[in-house]
């Protein structure tokens, strides 16, 4: 008996090693050695980065989906025992039955076949067949030829409260309707029919017209349920939630004729109207199983479908952007001024060395009401050539503009100091300073100076200063706090994990929060890493990490290649190298004669070297090219070069926005429907999907994404809804350089960043924002495209979101 189960385990495996490859467009070995190395322990980055001839070459994006999906399937798998054992328990489960539970290929079709079995409460088509009308059901289904009222008068039963024909044929129906609405194959086809042809409706709860004015667009909607985007439905979930929308979901009837569903319903069982003498008795029952038993299911099913599509859909678009963030072009290594805007609190200022140590701070009141303008000036430039500032960091909050306008006279009146100036995402600034790890790296530091540092921080290196902040308090997602919040939470820590593993971490200077990202590594070790760096001094090579705490050989193998150690005693230890191949390539420097101080960045000699020469049983040519390009640029950044936007003088406020004007600004957000980008006015403006380029593009993320520097248009202003309206689609007078929309970091991305694959499945399922259908039968109203100069309450509770997180 063991045997036979550990075949069928085996059996199961095989076949989620198959369906991930299937949906990978990847081979089955790829897929079983990849999972062989998670369930060792071996983390997504290192298995991508140093297992490549394990897993054929599998990438990041590649082993992240691989991950999820096996986990997914696995609970699937366990859900399938529990209602094997389930059945097995009710001595129910026939040969045919169990070979249905072992194929159902999803949770929701497993759960279609376990239904008819699942413990309920006492239903009334149970009461009836204890009373015995269970032969009535099924002689009225076989034969419409009988007449109801004589047949069932065979089956009274006074006793059971079955005392007249009447409540005889209504459990004989009840019996029927069970029957027909956990009948598993019209479930599922039901259900698919629902998804492929029922129109989602909306209107608005009465009495709720004032209160739910955001929701307007939605007061009378309709639009097919299978091509509403992520960012409606979430938005039409929302406005549910809070009272504020009905939905209804349902397929179009035509005049005079019968529900389609219904008729699905009949067809399975064979029932017409032929005039027969049951016949209207079943066609009755029929009407009566879609309307009380299946109608209101299978609605249940579609509206959790489409929940966690766009959710998932959300999550997708959180990640992009945050990775994007992550992944932004640092500042480099300079002493920075860092200023956290405010008007009646005043301007806090911090001062960080090239480290981001802090080395000053201060608070000053330039604006209203004390305006100590050329006071503050002078606060600034002695604390400028007192610290070797180089960069001035503005976080983009309130006062932002009046900052930059103060930063910017600082540079004309002191041009000696040499001074630059730009505008940051101050997005979770404040999180972090009142977070336990702010209060641990500045235990006497007032709240509001520790935003400073760290607005100062992230324009030297966004990485290391953003991973101290959850994820979901950056605010670059949509309607986030709707979502499947462990699932949201997963994807974001694996998008840090990636990004912080793909640049690689200075173990001398990175913190606590930063190290614990690593590959094998958690806060106890990052923790630890830190107190011994603080007790014995800088590490001078890799092999010192063995001596921390609680770093074993497993941690230190997943660990070691992303941990750089610069100006130590070995070269490699400062490249992404791993320790396990030092060998190697010490072997490659002595075939070559040379020493290996002077092969580490030798990029013209190096690039002469062919890895299929160095190919050994343990490093395939994958691994050795690798190596290589290390060798050529050792510890080199994957991120783009750094550029800022130049925010146009004297347009601060939206008052000061004109149609027509071009202007230059950032990225903040990508959503589906297009990109918000700050042009420096404190409200972010909308370029629909439709504005970013003359081409047809599926994914606003093909033209731009977070952090770029993009040039726009203004299309229109609201200044009351504080609306704007922008468009990447520039003057065709203008040179084709000004009129190509893509973003000088996009083109810069291009030509750094190694193009990641998705699964097939999910490019697949890519799509963009689109008009919902007009020729929808009984459509109430078709629900606009979120365009800068629509209507849309979408637009503003998506606009005024964005503005509330980065305040």
């Given at each position: 008996?063991?045997?036979?189960?550990?075949?069928?385990?085996?059996?199961?495996?095989?076949?989620?090693?198959?369906?991930?490859?299937?949906?990978?467009?990847?081979?089955?070995?790829?897929?079983?050695?990849?999972?062989?190395?998670?369930?060792?322990?071996?983390?997504?980055?290192?298995?991508?980065?140093?297992?490549?001839?394990?897993?054929?070459?599998?990438?990041?994006?590649?082993?992240?989906?691989?991950?999820?999906?096996?986990?997914?399937?696995?609970?699937?798998?366990?859900?399938?025992?529990?209602?094997?054992?389930?059945?097995?328990?009710?001595?129910?489960?026939?040969?045919?039955?169990?070979?249905?539970?072992?194929?159902?290929?999803?949770?929701?079709?497993?759960?279609?076949?376990?239904?008819?079995?699942?413990?309920?409460?006492?239903?009334?088509?149970?009461?009836?067949?204890?009373?015995?009308?269970?032969?009535?059901?099924?002689?009225?289904?076989?034969?419409?030829?009988?007449?109801?009222?004589?047949?069932?008068?065979?089956?009274?039963?006074?006793?059971?409260?079955?005392?007249?024909?009447?409540?005889?044929?209504?459990?004989?129906?009840?019996?029927?309707?069970?029957?027909?609405?956990?009948?598993?194959?019209?479930?599922?086809?039901?259900?698919?029919?629902?998804?492929?042809?029922?129109?989602?409706?909306?209107?608005?709860?009465?009495?709720?017209?004032?209160?739910?004015?955001?929701?307007?667009?939605?007061?009378?909607?309709?639009?097919?349920?299978?091509?509403?985007?992520?960012?409606?439905?979430?938005?039409?979930?929302?406005?549910?939630?809070?009272?504020?929308?009905?939905?209804?979901?349902?397929?179009?009837?035509?005049?005079?004729?019968?529900?389609?569903?219904?008729?699905?319903?009949?067809?399975?069982?064979?029932?017409?109207?032929?005039?027969?003498?049951?016949?209207?008795?079943?066609?009755?029952?029929?009407?009566?199983?879609?309307?009380?038993?299946?109608?209101?299911?299978?609605?249940?099913?579609?509206?959790?479908?489409?929940?966690?599509?766009?959710?998932?859909?959300?999550?997708?678009?959180?990640?992009?952007?945050?990775?994007?963030?992550?992944?932004?072009?640092?500042?480099?290594?300079?002493?920075?001024?860092?200023?956290?805007?405010?008007?009646?609190?005043?301007?806090?200022?911090?001062?960080?060395?090239?480290?981001?140590?802090?080395?000053?701070?201060?608070?000053?009141?330039?604006?209203?009401?004390?305006?100590?303008?050329?006071?503050?000036?002078?606060?600034?430039?002695?604390?400028?050539?007192?610290?070797?500032?180089?960069?001035?960091?503005?976080?983009?909050?309130?006062?932002?503009?009046?900052?930059?306008?103060?930063?910017?006279?600082?540079?004309?009146?002191?041009?000696?100091?040499?001074?630059?100036?730009?505008?940051?995402?101050?997005?979770?600034?404040?999180?972090?300073?009142?977070?336990?790890?702010?209060?641990?790296?500045?235990?006497?530091?007032?709240?509001?100076?520790?935003?400073?540092?760290?607005?100062?921080?992230?324009?030297?290196?966004?990485?290391?200063?953003?991973?101290?902040?959850?994820?979901?308090?950056?605010?670059?997602?949509?309607?986030?706090?709707?979502?499947?919040?462990?699932?949201?939470?997963?994807?974001?820590?694996?998008?840090?994990?990636?990004?912080?593993?793909?640049?690689?971490?200075?173990?001398?200077?990175?913190?606590?929060?930063?190290?614990?990202?690593?590959?094998?590594?958690?806060?106890?070790?990052?923790?630890?890493?830190?107190?011994?760096?603080?007790?014995?001094?800088?590490?001078?090579?890799?092999?010192?990490?063995?001596?921390?705490?609680?770093?074993?050989?497993?941690?230190?193998?997943?660990?070691?290649?992303?941990?750089?150690?610069?100006?130590?005693?070995?070269?490699?230890?400062?490249?992404?190298?791993?320790?396990?191949?030092?060998?190697?390539?010490?072997?490659?420097?002595?075939?070559?004669?040379?020493?290996?101080?002077?092969?580490?960045?030798?990029?013209?000699?190096?690039?002469?070297?062919?890895?299929?020469?160095?190919?050994?049983?343990?490093?395939?040519?994958?691994?050795?090219?690798?190596?290589?390009?290390?060798?050529?640029?050792?510890?080199?950044?994957?991120?783009?070069?750094?550029?800022?936007?130049?925010?146009?003088?004297?347009?601060?406020?939206?008052?000061?926005?004109?149609?027509?004007?071009?202007?230059?600004?950032?990225?903040?957000?990508?959503?589906?429907?297009?990109?918000?980008?700050?042009?420096?006015?404190?409200?972010?403006?909308?370029?629909?999907?439709?504005?970013?380029?003359?081409?047809?593009?599926?994914?606003?993320?093909?033209?731009?994404?977070?952090?770029?520097?993009?040039?726009?248009?203004?299309?229109?202003?609201?200044?009351?809804?504080?609306?704007?309206?922008?468009?990447?689609?520039?003057?065709?007078?203008?040179?084709?350089?000004?009129?190509?929309?893509?973003?000088?970091?996009?083109?810069?991305?291009?030509?750094?960043?190694?193009?990641?694959?998705?699964?097939q499945q999910e490019r697949s399922n890519d799509r963009h924002e689109r008009k919902p259908d007009n020729r929808q039968p009984n459509?109430?109203?078709?629900?606009?495209?979120?365009?800068?100069?629509?209507?849309?309450?979408?637009?503003?509770?998506?606009?005024?979101?964005?503005?509330?997180?980065?305040?």
């Open positions: 008996m063991m045997q036979g189960i550990d075949h069928n385990n085996e059996f199961r495996m095989q076949s989620i090693l198959s369906r991930i490859a299937t949906e990978l467009a990847v081979q089955e070995q790829q897929v079983a050695s990849a999972v062989a190395l998670l369930d060792e322990g071996s983390t997504v980055p290192f298995i991508a980065r140093y297992r490549k001839e394990k897993t054929g070459g599998l990438d990041d994006t590649q082993l992240r989906y691989l991950e999820t999906r096996l986990g997914s399937l696995r609970e699937l798998e366990k859900r399938r025992d529990t209602v094997l054992n389930s059945i097995r328990e009710q001595g129910k489960l026939s040969a045919e039955l169990e070979q249905q539970v072992l194929q159902a290929q999803t949770r929701t079709e497993l759960e279609d076949i376990y239904l008819p079995y699942k413990p309920k409460r006492r239903t009334k088509a149970m009461i009836a067949r204890e009373a015995g009308i269970q032969p009535l059901a099924e002689a009225l289904l076989s034969n419409p030829q009988l007449d109801p009222e004589a047949e069932a008068a065979k089956y009274l039963n006074p006793e059971m409260e079955f005392a007249d024909t009447k409540a005889v044929l209504d459990g004989a129906r009840q019996i029927l309707m069970e029957d027909f609405a956990e009948n598993p194959e019209l479930s599922g086809v039901l259900r698919e029919y629902l998804w492929e042809q029922g129109s989602f409706e909306s209107s608005v709860v009465e009495g709720k017209e004032v209160e739910g004015q955001k929701f307007a667009d939605y007061f009378a909607y309709s639009e097919a349920l299978h091509k509403i985007p992520s960012h409606r439905a979430l938005a039409l979930f929302r406005g549910r939630n809070e009272g504020i929308l009905d939905l209804k979901l349902d397929v179009a009837v035509t005049e005079g004729m019968s529900h389609p569903c219904e008729d699905k319903i009949a067809q399975t069982f064979n029932i017409s109207d032929q005039g027969r003498a049951a016949d209207r008795w079943l066609l009755d029952t029929v009407r009566w199983t879609w309307k009380v038993k299946l109608h209101s299911r299978l609605s249940t099913d579609l509206n959790q479908r489409l929940r966690e599509q766009a959710e998932a859909e959300a999550i997708r678009v959180f990640a992009a952007n945050l990775k994007d963030l992550l992944l932004a072009a640092p500042a480099g290594a300079r002493n920075t001024l860092g200023l956290d805007p405010g008007l009646r609190t005043g301007v806090k200022v911090a001062v960080v060395d090239t480290t981001g140590k802090l080395l000053d701070f201060a608070t000053i009141y330039p604006h209203v009401p004390k305006k100590q303008w050329d006071q503050s000036i002078a606060i600034l430039a002695d604390l400028c050539a007192k610290h070797s500032v180089e960069l001035i960091s503005i976080g983009n909050g309130t006062a932002s503009r009046e900052t930059d306008q103060l930063a910017g006279d600082l540079i004309s009146r002191h041009p000696e100091l040499k001074l630059s100036k730009i505008v940051v995402s101050e997005a979770g600034a404040s999180v972090y300073s009142a977070s336990e790890l702010a209060a641990r790296e500045f235990p006497g530091l007032d709240v509001s100076i520790r935003g400073a540092v760290s607005i100062a921080r992230r324009l030297q290196d966004p990485l290391a200063e953003l991973v101290k902040i959850d994820p979901k308090s950056i605010g670059v997602g949509q309607y986030q706090h709707d979502l499947n919040q462990p699932e949201l939470a997963r994807s974001l820590d694996a998008v840090v994990e990636d990004c912080v593993n793909a640049v690689g971490v200075d173990v001398n200077t990175a913190s606590a929060a930063l190290l614990a990202r690593v590959s094998g590594l958690n806060s106890g070790i990052a923790d630890n890493i830190v107190d011994f760096r603080n007790d014995n001094g800088a590490f001078r090579n890799r092999n010192q990490l063995k001596k921390v705490s609680r770093l074993g050989a497993k941690t230190f193998e997943q660990a070691a290649g992303f941990l750089r150690i610069r100006d130590g005693d070995y070269p490699l230890d400062a490249s992404a190298v791993h320790p396990e191949a030092y060998t190697l390539v010490e072997q490659i420097a002595a075939v070559n004669r040379q020493p290996l101080q002077e092969l580490v960045g030798n990029s013209e000699f190096v690039s002469t070297l062919k890895p299929a020469d160095y190919v050994t049983e343990q490093f395939g040519v994958p691994t050795i090219r690798d190596i290589l390009a290390e060798l050529e640029k050792p510890g080199r950044d994957p991120r783009p070069e750094f550029v800022t936007a130049t925010f146009r003088e004297g347009v601060n406020e939206l008052k000061d926005l004109q149609a027509g004007m071009i202007l230059e600004g950032v990225v903040t957000n990508v959503a589906n429907f297009g990109a918000f980008v700050d042009i420096g006015v404190h409200q972010d403006g909308l370029v629909h999907i439709s504005q970013l380029t003359d081409k047809f593009i599926k994914d606003p993320r093909e033209v731009v994404r977070t952090g770029d520097v993009v040039k726009v248009r203004v299309e229109e202003v609201d200044v009351q809804r504080k609306r704007i309206g922008l468009t990447m689609r520039l003057e065709p007078t203008q040179s084709k350089a000004a009129q190509n929309p893509m973003s000088k970091a996009a083109a810069n991305r291009e030509e750094r960043r190694p193009q990641t694959s998705r699964p459509a109430k109203k078709s629900m606009k495209e979120p365009a800068p100069a629509a209507n849309s309450a979408m637009g503003d509770a998506l606009a005024a979101a964005l503005a509330k997180m980065r305040k």
